[in-house]
């Protein structure tokens, strides 16, 4: 059962109840099976908040390249990138709780032995539990784009986002975003390419579109089905 040293609380419903400072996501309703993995399958996978750096030797019992995502939602396409690429660890970061027990239900199913995830705000992880130097990619699949401008202030990608990312990369590291904003790739384009250090790698008008690269995701399907471009922005350390 998840068991949490820090400022996350969670009700009889098994909701996040500690302030969240990024984003604001509405839980939903927890399946029975969900609600099962909650309790019987966090041990083993999930890591707990602590203000201590990770040691991933230790958390993987290897020295595998380490690939973050932040916010994987139900976990589909980070459960399938995972078990496609067994010589990598994976780390999953997610606040919305079933989300969280539908990806440690999946990983149970599959008997994934190379992902771990953590319920917590990602730039709180980022903060105190992730060293610097560490990952090989980080991976933000479709975040909320916060569409009106009086919201754009709660976008996760700003400046000192950005900067938290390339201090927790290691040389040649990857940063990786996607969005159907034509608004938000362009924002972040700009945040990004501000970071000295950082190189633009994406290969079409400094985005790119490529179905080989990742899987494609819920909100990815959504984006399609109302004619949204898909942006890919690639930057490296």
């Known amino acids: 059962m998840i068991k949490n040293n820090n400022t996350s609380k969670y009700d009889e419903k098994y909701l996040i109840t500690h302030k969240i400072r990024s984003f ?3 839980q939903g309703r927890i399946t029975k099976k969900q609600k099962y993995a909650l309790t019987n399958q966090w ?3 999930g890591i707990d908040f602590i203000k201590k750096p990770c040691v ?3 958390i993987f ?3 595998n390249m ?3 995502e932040i916010g ?3 976990g589909t396409s980070l459960i399938s990138t995972a078990i496609k690429n067994p010589e990598k660890n994976f780390l999953g970061i997610e606040v919305y709780t079933p989300g969280i027990g539908s990806c440690l239900s999946s990983i149970k199913a599959n008997n994934i032995k190379n992902l771990k995830i953590i319920h917590h705000d990602a730039i709180e992880v980022l903060d105190f539990m992730i060293p610097d130097n560490s990952l090989s990619t980080i991976q933000l699949f479709f975040p909320d784009p916060w569409y009106k401008k009086k ?3 709660r976008r996760i990608v700003k400046i000192t986002f950005a900067e938290k990312i390339y201090s927790k990369l290691i040389p040649k590291g990857i940063f990786h975003m996607a969005t159907d904003c034509d608004q938000y790739a362009k924002y972040a384009l700009n945040i990004f390419s501000i970071i000295k250090g950082f190189n633009n790698i994406s290969n079409i008008n400094n985005h790119m579109s ?3 690269i990742r899987p494609e995701t819920k909100f990815e399907k959504r984006g399609k089905k109302l004619c949204h471009n898909i942006h890919d922005l690639i930057f490296k350390k």
């Open 43 to 45: 041990e083993g996978v």
């Open 24 to 26: 604001v996501r509405h």
């Open 66 to 68: 380490v690939i973050m």
């Open 56 to 58: 991933f030797k230790k």
């Open 210 to 212: 490529n179905k080989e």
């Open 151 to 153: 919201h754009n202030k």
């Open 61 to 63: 019992n290897n020295l």
């Open 72 to 74: 994987f939602g139900m």
